[in-house]
């Protein structure tokens, strides 16, 4: 589910207007439990507003570094993508050959990934 609502708010001189735009993502429960953790230690201080729960994101959000990209994209690949990929890699190294006969080679144990 992903609502996006567009607010405008005048300026006093009424000449121009600030869209601010929020966008609602889901959230799995071990992570809105942590976000809510989170947001209830930065609150607890004598003064100041209360801090929101986009400002924490945002914060993290721009501690990701590209190795953590990485990381969550090699979590997502399946055996058969894994399989796929060290097709093409020995594909380039040794010239072309077929999945099947890739697959035969690494059951003969020809070949060592």
């Excluded at 994101?57 to 570094?65: F, I, N, R």
């Excluded at 796929?84 to 890739?102: R, S, W």
């Amino acid at each position: 589910m992903i609502e996006t609502k567009t607010v405008e708010k005048a300026s006093k001189d009424k000449s121009s207007t600030v869209k601010r735009k929020n966008v609602l993502k889901k959230m799995d429960i071990d992570s809105a439990k942590l976000l809510a953790s989170l947001k209830e230690k930065a609150n607890k201080k004598p003064y100041g507003r209360k801090i929101r729960d986009s400002e924490i994101l945002a914060k993290a959000l721009s501690l990701v570094e590209p190795t953590h990209l990485q990381e969550l994209q090699d979590a997502t690949l399946s055996e058969k993508d894994r399989l796929h990929l060290a097709h093409e890699e020995f594909a380039k190294v040794h010239g072309k050959i077929t999945l099947d006969q890739f697959i035969g080679r690494l059951l003969k144990g020809e070949i060592k990934t």
